[in-house]
C-alpha cells in the first residue's frame, strides 16, 4: 500500500552542525506534508508544514524542501543545538481530499546532537 | 499555550479486559483524533471524529474500538476486550481546521501495557 519512509534511521551531528533528514513517499495523491518532532515520553510536536504547490517553506531554523518529481521530502536544521536531539517524523495527507487529520507517518529518524 | 491532555498516562490491564483513555482536547477545536504507537514503530492513524460521529478510521480500529464525546470537553477511546497487540502509546489529537490543511496538537500520550 501507499506509505512514507525515511532513508536513515539514526543521525549523528555536533552542535553548531547543520542536520538534514530525508523522507520518500510514495502516494502520489499527497499534497501536505508535515515534520514532527518526538522527544522522549511526549507526543509529536508540530516543527513545519509544506503544501505541494510550493517546493520551499522555512520557519525558525529549519527548513522544508519538497521535490514531487522524485517524492522526496527533506527537513533542515540550521546550528542544530543538543535540545533538538529527538526523533523526527515525516507525514503526509490528501488534505485536498476526505482525509479529515488522517496523516500517514514515517518510521522516523533518530538524530543525536552531540555538545 | 493551550494543550491537549490525555489521562491516564500509563495503564496495565489484563488481557480481556475493557480499558478507557480520555483526552481533553484544545477548547476551541472541533476536530479530534485517535493514533497509537507501538513500541519502536511509527505513528499510526486510528480514528477521525467531528460533529459527534466518526469521519474516517483506519483497518486497525475494528469492532473492539469506541470512540465517545460523552460531554463537552471530553474525547474517549474505549478498547473492549484488550489483546496484547493492543499495548502501545495512544495519542490523542485535536485541531481547528478539519479540511486536513490545519496543524494537529497531539498529547502526550497514554501508554497501554495488556498482560
Known amino acids: 500500500g501507499e506509505s512514507v519512509g525515511l532513508h536513515l534511521p539514526t543521525l549523528s551531528v555536533q552542535e553548531g552542525d547543520n542536520s538534514i533528514i530525508n523522507c520518500a513517499y510514495s502516494n502520489s495523491a499527497s499534497d501536505y506534508f508535515i515534520w514532527y518532532k518526538q522527544e522522549s515520553g511526549k507526543g509529536p510536536q508540530f516543527i513545519i508544514d509544506?503544501?505541494?504547490?510550493?517546493d520551499k517553506r522555512q520557519g525558525q531554523r529549519v527548513t522544508v524542501l519538497l521535490n514531487k518529481t522524485v517524492k522526496h521530502l527533506s527537513l533542515q536544521i540550521a546550528a542544530t543545538q543538543p535540545g533538538d536531539s529527538a526523533v523526527y517524523f515525516c507525514?503526509?495527507?490528501?488534505?485536498?481530499?476526505?482525509?479529515?487529520?488522517?496523516?500517514?507517518f514515517g518510521q522516523g529518524t533518530i538524530l543525536t546532537v552531540h555538545p | 499555550e493551550p494543550e491537549v491532555t490525555q489521562t491516564p498516562s500509563h495503564q496495565v490491564t489484563q488481557m480481556g479486559q475493557e480499558v478507557i483513555l480520555r483526552c481533553v482536547p484544545i477548547?476551541?477545536?472541533?476536530?479530534f483524533y485517535w493514533y497509537r504507537q507501538i513500541l519502536g514503530q511509527k505513528v499510526e492513524f486510528l480514528v477521525s471524529?467531528?460533529?459527534?460521529?466518526?469521519?474516517?478510521k483506519s483497518e486497525i480500529f475494528d469492532d473492539q474500538f469506541s470512540v465517545e464525546r460523552p460531554d463537552g470537553s471530553n474525547f474517549t477511546l474505549k478498547i473492549r476486550s484488550t489483546k496484547l497487540e493492543d499495548s502501545a502509546m495512544y495519542f490523542c489529537?485535536?485541531?481547528?481546521?478539519?479540511?486536513?490543511?490545519?496543524?494537529?496538537?497531539f498529547g502526550e500520550g497514554s501508554r497501554l501495557t495488556v498482560l
Open positions: 471524529f467531528y460533529n459527534n460521529e466518526i469521519s474516517e
Open positions: 477548547s476551541n477545536h472541533l476536530y
Open positions: 509544506i503544501r505541494s504547490n510550493m
Open positions: 507525514a503526509e495527507t490528501e488534505a485536498g481530499g476526505t482525509s479529515y487529520g488522517k496523516l500517514t
Open positions: 489529537a485535536s485541531s481547528r481546521d478539519g479540511t486536513g490543511w490545519g496543524e494537529l496538537f
